[in-house]
């Protein structure tokens, strides 16, 4: 068995959605002074590996402590699109038809990954489009995960995620998945148990092997 961390590090350098500054430790103990480390740590609940919970987008939605953690265990499939300059399609996710069955967490491996965790916001980064987030509906997927901070960008409305989050189907933002072969895995990725608000930063793991 194999266990491959697919998560997006921590740190005050890490990368915010539009370059803000989401992440900052303070000091509460050290060593030298106390004979004991603490820290408090300050995240946005979109910091790096973060689950949307449908209350992000949906005004009656469920917040991240309502959410079914089923969605997130199981079996997955990493789809390889790192072809894709711009955006995900139907089209580009039905050359993949048989693959995705219902059921799975499909992760979808971009050109994305290629940016390290503290790079400089990229405004452009490849997304879900609409019609990709149709397609994934139409196979009943049961989550969904993109190597970005975002799933997507530039559409009026917010329609992928609206798509996905009417469906119940999990949203996993943030995913490290260049080291990461397209295949067959188990996925683990369980957010902070936060209560009443439309996110929470989450770990996540694939694991091969288990055959």
Known sequence: MKVIDVS???????????????????EVKNFAKDGARETNIHVSAHTGTHIDAPSHF????????QID???????????????????ITRNRLASHEGEIVEGDIVLLKTTNSAK????KFTPHFVYLEF???????????K???IDYLGIERSQSGHPTHTTLLHADIGIIEGLRLRHVQEGTYFFACLPINVIGIEAAPARAVLISGLE
């Open 69 to 87: 953690l089923s969605r997130f265990i199981g079996p997955c499939k990493v789809i390889d699109l790192t072809d894709v300059v711009e955006a």
């Open 143 to 145: 989550a969904v995960g």
């Open 116 to 119: 390290t965790a503290t790079d």
């Open 131 to 141: 019609t990709g987030a149709e397609y994934l509906k139409e196979k009943g997927v």
């Open 8 to 26: 997006w590090p921590i740190s005050t350098a890490t990368t915010g959605y539009k370059d803000k500054k989401v992440v900052k430790f303070d």
């Open 58 to 65: 949906l005004r009656d939605g469920k917040t991240i402590d």
